[in-house]
């Protein structure tokens, strides 16, 4: 089973803050993915990746960005925090057509 | 373009009361049809698949390309199954750097089973 996981469950910080949220997977999938989770809106892709150092945006790419330099971690970066931002954010790695998650992690942007 | 509706944010049954979650989708290529489940607190994770036809933890879904519908059912609800389920389209699409399978996932039903 493939394991995916991020590096905090919980994260506060202040508006305009640069954010980073970390991803690791351990069995060597190429397709890495960034969704952010809010209540009535489902899940939403920001960002995904195909490989290292590749990227593409997904529906909702504005106010994020990513970076993979290496295949097993996939970080999510947002440049200036802000409250609108307020979510979870769930990581997610596959090497077919579903995915494999992990825990999440909910940010707090005050 | 690839959409998913579930209609129903809410669901509430009985014990032992059948449950169907509804799922309807719109692409006009080949699909793959999931069910994710997420239970509370934990993560994300997928219930079932279409092309697996079975059965987990007593729920099925069929796809249906002519009504473009891929219902989850379960004939005896139990308490434990009370969570959020997400029923997703994998499809393939065309990106800058080549065509790539997108997942799009509903918005969501939240699924309460009363004792």
């Known amino acids: 089973d493939v394991k995916v996981t991020q590096s905090s469950r919980y994260l506060v910080k202040r508006t305009g803050e640069k954010v980073f949220l970390e991803c690791v997977q351990d069995?060597?999938?190429?397709?890495m993915f960034w969704y952010r989770q809010d209540p009535g809106l489902g899940l939403r892709l920001i960002y995904f990746?195909?490989?290292?150092?590749?990227?593409e945006k997904g529906d909702i790419p504005e106010g994020y960005s990513v970076s993979r330099e290496k295949k097993e971690r996939f970080s999510l970066i947002l440049e200036s925090a802000s409250t609108n931002q307020t979510s979870m954010y769930l990581c997610?790695?596959?090497?077919?057509?579903?995915?494999?998650f992990g825990p999440g992690t909910r940010l707090t942007v005050l | 373009a690839q959409r998913v509706t579930q209609p129903e944010k809410l669901l509430s049954v009985f014990k032992g009361a059948p449950v169907e979650l509804k799922c309807n989708y719109s692409?006009?290529?080949?699909?793959?049809l999931f069910w994710y489940v997420q239970y509370s607190r934990q993560r994300l994770q997928l219930l079932l698949r279409?092309?697996s036809r079975e059965s987990i933890k007593g729920f099925t879904a069929d796809l249906n390309k002519g009504e473009t519908s891929f219902h989850l059912k379960k004939p005896f609800a139990q308490e434990e199954d009370s969570a959020m389920y997400y029923c997703?389209?994998?499809?393939?699409?065309?990106?800058?750097?080549?065509?790539?399978?997108?997942?799009?996932f509903g918005k969501g039903t939240l699924l309460t089973v009363n004792p």
């Open positions: 997610a790695s596959s090497s077919d057509r579903g995915r494999s």
């Open positions: 069995m060597d999938h190429e397709n």
């Open positions: 990746s195909y490989d290292v150092k590749m990227k």
């Open positions: 692409y006009s290529g080949s699909p793959e």
């Open positions: 279409h092309i």
């Open positions: 997703a389209l994998s499809g393939l699409e065309l990106w800058s750097g080549g065509s790539n399978y997108k997942l799009t």
